[in-house]
């Protein structure tokens, strides 16, 4: 089959991550009619052609962006939102790098490695792919399909597939070595990378080695993020804020709030003079070290027989700094053995009271993460006699973890001395560091997952139509998953400072059998160049819950030379994860807005072995143009609609505290409800904390729908070679019914889970001539408006941010054949991290804005 001009332009219209070297290879190889696997369909075609819309990035478009790390280029796309882990999510991050497309959530984007599945990885029982465990100098393209899969690859494949391709046929050597730093002199980065390729008579190996060290920023280093930035609604004004857990100590009693000083006094607690700055010792942006090894090797066993093997070995070092530890207890008061310093205050002996302290004392807690992950594959695949194709491999995949808490104090220990007497909180001396060091710990926990899949595959032509050849493709699969992890002996016994953490791990298995056929319905009629229709299934059976299937159906029109329409309708699934299913009952501290309470509900998480499987229709439709009048200029246009049943979530901790407790009086109220009554809630009014349970369940709906448009124009002018890209996605609504409330996020910024812009685009502009390359990219993030300001009665200074814009420039220079220089600016006019009433962290959302500011980076390639 030929390719035509609209064939072309739907491979190459990919705009700002294009595929301009793709398209060149397959202009050089179209003679031969090779037939290739488009991520999206197990048949293998002579064409790019699919249903389904496809971005590729490829490997220049990588190095262009100056990333040391896949993630800092798929987090980028229009069709990424959300919350996906960066080096600066400090808190909670665990040193990860998640995508997460149509804002859906990680969990729901399959990550592949040459078509097969990756390894959940990452700290504790994992349940999504770090991408930290994929060396970018090994990666020949990405290929992103923004579609639901679930009938071609399984479970996850919700949002879409990404598809990362690996060198399979580099000959040669080529070492790069890259470098970055921020403009304020922090947050370095050093990468080496060293890639060796060679071919024999029957074929081919690849080996890989990239190291990468990345230093780190602090909050305090920012003028936008240097402190907790709290607001005074009635006088319009701000102040720097912070915890109520401060140095000194901070006693919470019936007719009391006290701060304690450095000379064992006590005075009324007030926020804005003595809350805790804890931005001066948090990370702005996290420090990490990774090592990557990659081998890919191919071998004909016969003229019809190829032996393919691939693996992947990381090992990351990464690090988190929070503030020193806040720790918090109750006793009873005795002023006979604690002193009567509290009396005068309005404390009374004998009264039972909450003491909470910034362990300032022994300073900033540290969290660290080692990470081993480790993929195998050994596959074979060929041909029989009548040209079908078959395939089968082992795919093997551990990860192995062991996270560390710095600084951390027993407390158990301090309150058995506390109820001994040879311990009193009310003496600053006692809260010495030499007199704490008896009681200081290491916390130690580890974990790992472990995947096994096994898969067998056919592909051919199974009989010839009036418009073409039907293409079929079928295939089994068993997978084995198992995960666990071990919290440290203290905290899974409740003895330190934190509840009792209890350990995750469990396992499941799957069968399943798919089949997809490409039915080529019309060719060569009028208004019809060629009409395909695409159709798949797959049947599935868990160990956990048994068995089901899901479907998906595809049209494409072309209609010409110049236009095609084309269509997909299919049901996905998401299966629980081990974590989701068997995770142990853990606290978390979660963001909470109450009258007279904390700042911090203690809410309680977990898995639910109940769980049943996330159940999606999904839609996509929309056309390629290539028009004959305008060469070199190509545009798609592609609707989706995603609507998601038996979500698995946890519901909104602020409906909870809303819906549960009474605002006016801090009563408890709806306890008959199921809500209520599951989350036990908890008020301690003396104290304000609130506490409760919320852990895992299939609840609610979750519907997303809206538009990606995309440009490309290519063409010559001035002596030099063009290229322009426009990608933009447009969001129509995000709308998640937790069964108890119904929120639509379009346009929201929130406080945890990230944002949903009604708009994203990118823009691309590229020039080169004989020897050179520069580039100009902008990134615009729509206005958006916080979540923490949607109910009628918040008192809101900074309720909705503007738009922002990034600007990136880049160039690279060909000294000779073997040498080459790359450099840019990333963030070119040091745009600043936007503030909103209601952010994240560091004032803003680390998930959604640049917080480095100014970043210039620089490589030189060398090459034989």
Same mark, same amino acid.
């Given at each position: 089959?030929?390719?035509?001009? /609209? @064939?072309?332009?739907?491979?190459?219209?990919?705009?700002?991550?294009?595929?301009?070297?793709?398209?060149?290879?397959?202009?050089?190889?179209?003679?031969?009619?090779?037939? !290739?696997?488009?991520?999206?369909?197990?048949?293998?075609?002579?064409?790019?052609?699919?249903?389904?819309?496809?971005?590729?990035?490829?490997?220049?478009?990588?190095?262009?962006?100056?990333?040391?790390? !896949?993630?800092?280029?798929?987090? *980028?796309?229009?069709?990424?939102?959300?919350?996906?882990?960066?080096?600066?999510?400090?808190?909670?991050?665990?040193?990860?790098?998640?995508?997460?497309?149509?804002?859906?959530?990680?969990?729901?984007?399959?990550?592949?490695?040459?078509?097969?599945?990756?390894?959940?990885?990452?700290?504790?029982?994992?349940?999504?792919?770090? /991408?930290?465990?994929?060396?970018?100098?090994?990666?020949?393209?990405?290929?992103?399909?923004?579609?639901?899969?679930?009938?071609?690859?399984?479970?996850?494949?919700?949002?879409?597939?990404?598809?990362?391709?690996? *060198?399979?046929?580099?000959?040669?050597?080529?070492?790069?070595?890259?470098?970055?730093?921020?403009?304020?002199?922090?947050?370095?980065?050093?990468?080496? &990378?060293?890639?060796?390729?060679?071919?024999?008579?029957?074929?081919?190996?690849?080996?890989?080695?990239?190291?990468?060290?990345?230093?780190?920023?602090?909050?305090?280093?920012?003028?936008?993020?240097?402190?907790?930035?709290?607001? &005074?609604?009635?006088?319009?004004?701000?102040?720097?804020?912070?915890?109520?857990?401060?140095?000194?100590?901070?006693?919470?009693?019936?007719?009391?709030?006290?701060?304690?000083?450095?000379?064992?006094?006590?005075? $009324?607690?007030? +926020?804005?003079?003595?809350?805790?700055?804890?931005?001066?010792?948090?990370?702005?942006?996290?420090?990490?070290?990774?090592?990557?090894?990659?081998?890919?090797?191919?071998?004909?066993?016969?003229?019809?027989?190829?032996?393919?093997?691939?693996?992947?070995?990381?090992?990351?070092?990464?690090?988190?700094?929070?503030?020193?530890?806040?720790?918090?207890?109750?006793? *009873?008061?005795?002023?006979?053995?604690?002193?009567?310093?509290?009396?005068?205050?309005?404390?009374?002996? @004998?009264?039972?009271?909450?003491?909470?302290?910034?362990?300032?004392?022994?300073?900033?807690?540290?969290?660290?993460?080692?990470?081993?992950?480790?993929?195998?594959?050994?596959?074979?695949?060929?041909?029989?006699?009548?040209?079908?194709?078959?395939?089968?491999?082992?795919?093997?995949?551990?990860?192995?973890?062991?996270?560390?808490?710095?600084?951390?104090?027993?407390?158990?220990? !301090?309150?058995?001395?506390?109820?001994?007497?040879?311990?009193?909180?009310?003496?600053?001396?006692?809260?010495?560091?030499?007199?704490?060091?008896?009681?200081?710990?290491?916390?130690?926990?580890?974990?790992?997952?472990?995947? /096994? %899949?096994?898969?067998?595959?056919?592909?051919?032509?199974?009989?010839?139509?009036?418009?073409?050849?039907?293409?079929?493709?079928?295939?089994?699969?068993?997978?084995?998953?198992?995960?666990?992890? %071990?919290?440290?002996?203290?905290?899974?016994?409740?003895?330190?400072?934190?509840?009792?953490?209890?350990?995750?791990?469990?396992?499941?298995?799957?069968?399943?059998?798919?089949?997809?056929?490409?039915?080529?319905?019309?060719?060569?009629?009028?208004?019809?160049?060629?009409?395909?229709?695409?159709?798949? %299934?797959? +049947?599935?059976?868990?160990?956990?819950?048994?068995?089901?299937?899901?479907?998906?159906?595809?049209?494409?029109?072309? +209609?010409? &030379?110049?236009?095609?329409?084309?269509?997909?309708?299919?049901?996905?699934?998401?299966?629980?994860? %081990?974590?989701?299913?068997?995770?142990?009952?853990?606290?978390?501290?979660?963001? =909470?807005?109450?009258?007279?309470?904390?700042?911090?509900?203690?809410?309680?998480?977990?898995?639910? $072995?109940?769980?049943?499987?996330? /159940?999606?229709?999904?839609?996509?439709?929309?056309?390629?143009?290539?028009?004959?009048?305008?060469?070199?200029?190509?545009?798609?246009?592609?609707?989706?609609?995603?609507?998601?049943?038996?979500?698995?979530?946890?519901?909104?901790?602020?409906?909870?505290?809303?819906?549960?407790?009474?605002?006016?009086?801090?009563?408890?109220?709806?306890?008959?409800?199921?809500?209520?009554?599951?989350?036990?809630?908890?008020?301690?009014?003396?104290?304000?904390?609130?506490?409760?349970?919320?852990?895992?369940?299939?609840?609610?709906?979750?519907?997303?729908?809206?538009?990606?448009?995309?440009?490309?124009?290519?063409?010559?002018?001035?002596?030099?070679?063009?290229?322009?890209?426009?990608?933009?996605?447009?969001?129509?609504?995000?709308?998640?019914?937790?069964?108890?409330?119904?929120?639509?996020?379009?346009?929201?910024?929130?406080?945890?889970?990230?944002?949903?812009?009604?708009?994203?685009?990118?823009?691309?502009?590229?020039?080169?001539?004989?020897?050179?390359? +520069?580039?100009?990219?902008?990134?615009?993030?729509?206005?958006?408006?916080?979540?923490?300001?949607?109910?009628?009665?918040?008192?809101?200074?900074?309720?909705?941010?503007?738009?922002? =814009?990034?600007?990136?420039?880049?160039?690279?220079?060909?000294?000779?054949?073997?040498?080459?220089?790359?450099?840019? =600016?990333?963030?070119?006019?040091?745009?600043?991290?936007?503030?909103?009433?209601?952010?994240?962290?560091?004032?803003?959302?680390?998930?959604?804005? &640049?917080?480095?500011?100014?970043?210039?980076?620089?490589?030189?390639?060398? *090459?034989?």
């Amino acid at each position: 089959m030929n390719k035509t001009k /609209l @064939g072309l332009a739907i491979a190459a219209a990919v705009p700002l991550f294009s595929a301009h070297n793709a398209v060149a290879a397959e202009e050089t190889s179209a003679s031969a009619v090779e037939r !290739i696997e488009v991520t999206g369909s197990r048949i293998k075609r002579t064409d790019m052609e699919t249903a389904s819309p496809v971005t590729v990035i490829g490997a220049d478009e990588i190095r262009a962006s100056g990333a040391a790390s !896949i993630d800092a280029v798929l987090q *980028k796309m229009t069709a990424a939102s959300g919350a996906m882990t960066n080096p600066a999510v400090n808190n909670g991050s665990g040193g990860n790098a998640r995508v997460d497309l149509r804002g859906l959530g990680a969990q729901r984007t399959l990550v592949l490695v040459n078509g097969r599945r990756m390894i959940n990885s990452g700290t504790g029982a994992a349940s999504t792919v770090d /991408l930290n465990t994929i060396p970018v100098s090994m990666i020949k393209q990405v290929e992103v399909l923004k579609d639901g899969a679930s009938a071609v690859y399984g479970t996850d494949a919700v949002a879409g597939v990404v598809n990362i391709i690996l *060198k399979d046929d580099f000959e040669g050597l080529d070492m790069n070595l890259n470098g970055a730093i921020s403009g304020e002199g922090d947050a370095d980065e050093t990468s080496f &990378d060293i890639t060796m390729g060679s071919s024999f008579d029957r074929g081919n190996v690849v080996i890989g080695l990239q190291y990468t060290d990345r230093g780190d920023a602090s909050q305090a280093d920012r003028d936008f993020s240097d402190c907790p930035i709290e607001e &005074d609604f009635e006088n319009g004004s701000f102040y720097c804020g912070g915890s109520s857990y401060t140095p000194f100590g901070h006693v919470w009693a019936e007719d009391a709030d006290l701060q304690g000083q450095a000379d064992g006094g006590w005075h $009324d607690f007030q +926020a804005a003079n003595d809350a805790y700055n804890f931005s001066e010792t948090s990370y702005l942006y996290t420090p990490m070290r990774r090592l990557n090894l990659t081998g890919v090797g191919n071998f004909d066993v016969t003229d019809e027989t190829r032996l393919v093997t691939e693996f992947t070995y990381s090992k990351r070092w990464s690090t988190q700094q929070m503030a020193p530890q806040p720790v918090w207890f109750d006793f *009873k008061y005795d002023a006979d053995s604690m002193g009567d310093s509290l009396l005068s205050h309005g404390v009374v002996d @004998g009264e039972e009271i909450s003491y909470g302290r910034r362990m300032t004392d022994v300073g900033p807690r540290g969290y660290e993460q080692v990470v081993d992950t480790v993929r195998a594959v050994v596959g074979l695949n060929g041909e029989f006699d009548n040209g079908w194709g078959w395939d089968t491999s082992v795919v093997f995949g551990r990860n192995d973890s062991v996270d560390r808490a710095t600084n951390l104090l027993n407390m158990g220990s !301090i309150q058995d001395s506390i109820e001994e007497g040879s311990f009193n909180p009310l003496n600053q001396n006692d809260w010495s560091a030499n007199n704490l060091a008896q009681y200081n710990y290491t916390e130690n926990n580890s974990g790992g997952s472990q995947l /096994l %899949v096994l898969s067998a595959g056919l592909n051919g032509e199974v009989m010839e139509l009036p418009a073409g050849y039907v293409g079929f493709a079928a295939g089994i699969e068993r997978r084995e998953e198992k995960a666990w992890y %071990v919290p440290d002996s203290l905290t899974s016994q409740g003895l330190a400072n934190d509840p009792r953490v209890e350990p995750t791990g469990g396992r499941f298995d799957v069968n399943e059998a798919y089949v997809e056929f490409a039915v080529p319905l019309l060719a060569d009629a009028p208004f019809a160049e060629m009409v395909d229709l695409s159709a798949a %299934v797959r +049947a599935f059976d868990y160990s956990t819950f048994g068995s089901d299937e899901t479907w998906k159906l595809g049209l494409t029109w072309r +209609a010409n &030379d110049e236009l095609m329409l084309r269509a997909v309708r299919s049901t996905a699934f998401r299966a629980p994860t %081990v974590s989701e299913l068997y995770q142990g009952k853990s606290p978390s501290f979660e963001q =909470v807005n109450f009258p007279g309470a904390q700042d911090q509900a203690e809410v309680t998480v977990g898995g639910n $072995d109940q769980l049943t499987p996330e /159940l999606a229709d999904t839609i996509t439709a929309g056309f390629v143009y290539a028009p004959s009048w305008l060469d070199g200029f190509s545009m798609t246009v592609d609707y989706f609609d995603i609507e998601i049943e038996n979500a698995i979530s946890s519901v909104n901790n602020q409906y909870i505290v809303e819906t549960c407790l009474d605002s006016a009086t801090g009563d408890y109220k709806n306890q008959n409800t199921a809500l209520c009554q599951s989350s036990q809630i908890n008020f301690n009014q003396s104290t304000g904390r609130i506490s409760f349970n919320n852990q895992l369940q299939n609840i609610g709906n979750e519907t997303t729908k809206g538009y990606d448009v995309n440009f490309k124009y290519t063409f010559d002018a001035l002596g030099l070679a063009w290229r322009t890209d426009v990608d933009v996605t447009v969001l129509d609504e995000y709308i998640v019914d937790s069964g108890t409330s119904t929120i639509d996020y379009t346009g929201l910024i929130t406080s945890g889970i990230g944002s949903y812009a009604k708009v994203k685009t990118n823009l691309t502009l590229n020039a080169s001539g004989d020897n050179w390359d +520069a580039q100009y990219q902008a990134r615009m993030i729509d206005g958006l408006d916080s979540y923490a300001c949607q109910a009628q009665d918040s008192e809101c200074l900074v309720p909705s941010v503007g738009t922002v =814009v990034y600007h990136d420039i880049s160039g690279s220079y060909i000294l000779n054949d073997t040498v080459s220089l790359t450099a840019g =600016v990333n963030n070119l006019f040091d745009k600043q991290a936007p503030y909103y009433t209601g952010n994240n962290d560091s004032n803003t959302d680390p998930y959604t804005y &640049d917080v480095l500011g100014r970043r210039f980076f620089a490589g030189v390639n060398v *090459k034989f």
